[in-house]
């Protein structure tokens, strides 16, 4: 790997300084990611602006019950935070079901949300790929696409996003913390991310200095039922094939309303209004579900080998409401 | 032929390297550090998968500080013959796949080096590469021999006129895909050239072999290399032959004079250090109403790479199994643009019994007969195909004993129809098999003058507990207890020694250990116990002289899985494994032989493949998050039992090898409970949901 710079950043102004001046700094978490890419060759920061110490590094409750929770927070503390597996245990169990008990030790909030895509391609500097390399081609449509999208790719790049946390986050309507250039703002987490359309290199809407410090969660008066459900390839420590986080509230077997988001189906976490419009007020059966994933479903435009993620992200997405009305 | 008195044998003796291994004072190849400045070494790989090398530009990365070197073709000194064209480095501009090495950069630090290597600049001239096996690959042709040394083909009666007339015909076929050897130690080593000669450090399933190789290439004579492996973190065959990795370091080493580390990266290795080739298979059975066999015919078509032939043996368990008038086995193989295929775990038996044993499961459902019984109607007396005795066969009680356990008896043979809430539930069995071979090795044995005895031989443990076991075997032999023994393994310098493979180790190296032992009681008789003493022991005459027998071990392999209905994910429950298998010497290191085994083969079941990339050929998914071999949430309680088979033809210790027949059978089991418990067979490998999911 080519050597760099390794700093850690104090507080946030420091450390957004320290970025927006270098085209060539970025921002460390846990490094779970970013260093294997810098191993891989695919990431060639000249420095390393570490965040993981900064002063986001608690969980706290609103008044109003919602979420506040520090970028720097450690998946494995997130996920055992009281508050979380009781007002919201989707996202618990999203977070308990990605990686390792190893990796969510050191993995950051921030750096889960901005980890990239895991297309063999992407991680391969010895072949072409429009989201590394802009302009090189994809070669993952014609070639190994079996776990990459089936819903809201481009010509240029059918990558997924590979965050479980994410997915949660999309459902639960979570916000997110920023402190740019220009001072702080704050950003839907469903609009962080951007479809790849012809320019498939940049996964969000960020710019390379903006720093997350914290990730909001609204109270949601039904987030105790609610069930993410991770499909993957063995029982653990695998990227999803298809994961699904919902949360439902049903009042005298009609829905009253509900969160859906897809995982591992799309380049963002995916989520899943058509299927909540298609709900709300509907029966809470099984066939209503199933019409509510088709009216999701019926925009995916799945690749030659990946066409089983359908009828799987529809089953799953039936089977987890039919659970969470029994539950 | 002489029967050891068991004492140390057959006991749960410890590890005797456990204390080191578990505080971390054992060290492996990659931790030595000789007293010269040591230097890294990278491999450069081609991103080419068929060409040729027309120049590397060098410069760029030998102004980076701190590197030393950059050797290829055209800079590297001229090597000797090599048996295995893929270990003659930098010797020609041909590239016969990607990822080949096409150089080596030689640096003060790992870092550096791996840097070095990133910005090298290697101008290829590219040709079309071809690497898809299929069954009318036109380039598909008969080897004059598989495996180590098997028949290519083999044909008894009329099996196709049995085929057309029997009451009941499969005609069935099968895929393996690429799988690759993994062991948790990558493949390292450190070399360092000293008066004239050549030591390395390095991570092998034989050193004996590795010194032979090293000195033919370097032009030495075979006491002027050592090859020393204490510690070797597992092989799986990919260590048994020396690879690319062992001759880059002493390259390396000889250029620039100093110690030179080589390690291969994870991802390296799904190039450099072996793989089971693909295998496509077509078996056809013809049977009688009852399930009585008239016909086996076996076909396989594999890849070999056009730098060597490498012909998997996989049709050989047919010749064994099962008893049939008319029979066929045939091997085909298409040279791609691949890298060269080599062992891996059970080569042969693992691919070829899963296909053999799905058959035996679609045929007993064809027949209506129970898929335990079917086999036993089928048992041959001798065996099937050289009409030999077999030294002793066991699977009839190994598929009694182990339907017993695992609860076969209430089974209802119905597909699809056993729900546990959104789990559909079935049930496997397979039959496994693998020879047991004993190969010539030598051995020393001295009585030391503190009452202690020491046992030499150039024996490799890779993990496995060998060393234990010879520790056990030389104590019963020396009628001593274990812990007054000290035996010493992995040094070419120690008496030349067959490698840790096809499971011949104890078996081979156990020979020599007792017959050394036996030399020196007498010698001790001889001189009135007056110590030191030493003798020596060669056992290529009596390995050479052993009688003709059929000699194989056999086991029986039970799954039961769950299939979600909504996702169609596979999850094993149950493994449960009985086996005939001689003597077991250890069978607490035995146990995790068959655990591995088993574990292995319930990944190469649900989970192993190479992804070939077609537009680029090479295997795509090199790494452990893409590569799936079984978490620990993946492996449910394995049960493994054994029968008491006592087989004195085979050697002194009455033993067969274990190291590979657990993951035989295991994968068809697994397949066979899917079925079961769904009534979807899936005949290519891995069992993935995409096939289940509807
Ligand atoms: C073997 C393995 C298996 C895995 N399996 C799963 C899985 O099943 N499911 C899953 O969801 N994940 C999985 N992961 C991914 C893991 O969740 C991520 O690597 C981790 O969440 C990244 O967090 P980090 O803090 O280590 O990020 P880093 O690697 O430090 O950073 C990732 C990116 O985020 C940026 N960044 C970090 N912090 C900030 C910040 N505060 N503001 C702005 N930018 C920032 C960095 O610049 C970098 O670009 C796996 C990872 C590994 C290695
Ligand atoms: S899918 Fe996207 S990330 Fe993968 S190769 Fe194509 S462009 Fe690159």
């Keep these: 790997m080519r050597p760099f710079v390794y700093e850690r950043a104090e507080e946030a102004r420091s450390a957004v300084a320290a970025v927006a001046d270098r085209p060539d700094a970025m921002y460390l978490g846990g490094g779970t990611n970013l260093v294997d890419l810098m191993r891989l060759g695919v990431a060639e920061p000249a420095r390393l602006v570490d965040v993981s110490r900064l002063p986001y590094d608690t969980v706290g409750v609103r008044p109003d019950g919602a979420l506040r929770i520090g970028a720097a927070v450690r998946n494995s503390d997130l996920a055992a935070h009281p508050a979380v597996r009781r007002a919201h245990p989707l996202l618990a169990q999203a977070l308990l079901a990605g990686a390792s008990g190893q990796v969510r030790n050191m993995a950051t909030v921030g750096g889960n949300l901005l980890q990239r895509t895991r297309c063999a391609y992407f991680q391969d500097i010895t072949k072409p790929c429009n989201k590394r390399n802009p302009g090189s081609g994809c070669p993952a449509r014609e070639g190994d696409h079996r776990n990459l999208a089936i819903i809201g790719h481009s010509e240029a790049c059918v990558a997924t996003h590979p965050s479980d946390m994410a997915v949660a986050l999309a459902a639960l309507d979570a916000v997110v913390h920023l402190e740019g250039r220009d001072g702080p703002r704050t950003l839907p987490l469903t609009e962080l991310y951007r479809l790849p359309g012809d320019d498939p290199r940049r996964d969000t809407v960020l710019d390379p200095a903006d720093l997350i410090t914290e990730v909001t969660v609204p109270a949601l008066s039904f987030g105790g039922r609610s069930h993410y459900r991770k499909v993957r390839d063995r029982a653990s420590f695998a990227f999803a094939v298809v994961s699904v986080a919902a949360a439902l509230d049903v009042a005298g077997g009609v829905v009253r309303d509900c969160r859906i988001a897809f995982g591992a189906i799309a380049p963002v976490p995916w989520r899943a209004r058509r299927a909540e419009e298609a709900l709300r007020g509907a029966p809470a059966t099984e066939d209503a579900f199933a019409a509510a994933a088709r009216a999701e479903l019926g925009q995916a435009r799945p690749l030659r080998d990946n066409a089983f993620k359908v009828p799987l992200a529809r089953n799953l997405l039936v089977r987890t409401l039919t659970e969470l009305v029994v539950a | ?694």
């Design chain 2, 1 to 694: 032929m002489t029967v050891t008195p068991t004492r140390a044998v057959g006991t749960d003796f410890d590890r005797v390297e456990a204390a080191e291994k578990v505080t971390g004072t054992a060290r492996y190849a990659y931790e030595h550090a000789p007293d010269r400045d040591t230097v890294y070494a990278v491999p450069v790989q081609s991103v080419i998968a068929r060409g040729e090398v027309v120049n590397v530009d060098t410069d760029g990365a030998l102004t980076l500080p701190g590197v030393i070197a950059a050797v290829w073709h055209g800079n590297a000194p001229r090597l000797g013959p090599a048996d295995d064209p893929e270990l003659a480095l930098f010797q020609s501009r041909r590239v016969a796949y990607r990822g080949q090495l096409v150089a080596g950069v030689i640096a003060e630090t790992l870092e550096t080096a791996r840097e070095a290597a990133r910005r090298l600049r290697v101008e290829y001239a590219q040709e079309p590469h071809d690497v898809v096996l299929r069954v009318d690959h036109p380039k598909m042709y008969k080897p004059s021999k598989v495996n180590p040394a098997y028949p290519t083909d083999t044909e008894y009666g009329d099996p196709d006129a049995a085929l057309e007339k029997a009451a009941v015909t499969v005609d069935l076929t099968y895929s393996t895909p690429a799988e690759h050897n993994n062991p948790m130690e990558p493949h390292a080593t450190v070399a360092v050239w000293e008066n004239d000669g050549l030591v390395v450090y390095d991570s092998n399933q034989g050193s004996s072999a590795v010194r032979d190789t090293l000195a033919g290439l370097f032009g030495l004579p075979p006491d002027a290399v050592r090859v020393i492996a204490p510690h070797v973190g597992g092989g799986f065959g990919s260590k048994g032959t020396p690879r690319p990795g062992v001759v880059l370091a002493a390259l390396a080493a000889k250029v620039t004079g100093r110690a030179v580390k080589v390690t291969m990266t994870r991802q390296q290795m799904f190039a450099l250090v072996g793989y089971r080739t693909p295998i496509i298979q077509r078996v056809r059975l013809g049977a009688d109403e009852d399930g009585t066999l008239r016909a086996i015919v076996h076909d396989a078509f594999e890849q070999t790479s056009t730098v060597q032939e490498f012909a998997e043996q996989t049709t050989t368990p047919t010749r064994i199994m099962y008893a049939a008038p008319n029979r066929r086995t045939t091997h085909r193989l298409a040279p791609l643009d691949v890298p060269t295929p080599s062992w891996m775990r059970a080569p042969g038996e693992c691919p070829g019994m899963f296909a053999l044993e799905s058959a035996m499961d679609e045929l007993a459902i064809a027949c209506g007969v129970d898929p335990i019984e079917l086999r036993i109607r089928n048992e041959p007396e001798t065996d099937p195909e050289s009409g030999l005795p077999f030294s002793s066969r066991n699977l009839v009680a190994c598929l009694r004993e182990g339907a017993a356990r695992f609860g076969w008896a209430d089974r209802d043979p119905a597909p699809g129809v056993r729900r546990e809430g959104r789990r559909l539930v079935g049930t496997g069995v397979a039959a496994a098999t693998y020879p047991a071979y004993r190969l010539p090795s030598r051995a020393t044995a001295r009585a030391e003058p503190d009452g202690g005895f020491t046992v030499r031989i150039a024996a490799a443990d890779i993990g496995t507990g060998a060393r234990t076991a010879l520790t056990q075997i030389a104590a019963d032999a020396l009628r001593t207890a274990p812990e007054r023994v000290r035996v010493e393994v992995g040094d070419s310098a120690l008496p030349t020694a067959s490698l840790a493979g096809g499971s011949s180790g104890t078996a081979s190296w156990g020979t020599a250990v007792v017959r050394a032992c036996e030399a020196l009681l007498r010698e001790l008789d001889r001189y009135g116990g007056r110590r030191p003493q030493e003798a020596a022991a060669d056992t290529t005459a009596e390995v050479e002289a052993a009688e003709r027998l059929s000699r194989h071990a056999f086991g029986a392999q039970f799954a039961e899985v769950g299939v979600d209905v909504d996702t169609g994910e596979v999850r094993v429950s149950r493994l449960l494994g009985v086996f005939g298998v001689g003597r077991v010497i250890n069978p607490k290191t035995a146990r995790s032989q068959f655990i591995g085994g088993m574990t292995m083969g319930l990944g190469m079941a649900l989970m192993e493949e190479g992804v070939m990339d077609v537009e680029f050929g090479d295997y795509l998914n090199h790494d452990f998050a893409q590569y799936h071999i079984p978490a620990c949430a993946d492996v449910p309680d394995i049960e493994v039992h054994w029968v008491d088979e006592v087989d004195d033809r085979l050697n002194p210790m009455g033993s067969k090898g274990i190291g590979e027949i657990g993951i035989v059978g295991t994968a068809a089991a697994v397949a066979n409970a899917v079925h079961h418990a769904t009534g979807v067979r899936v005949r290519d490998l891995p069992i993935r949901l995409d096939r289940l999911v509807g």
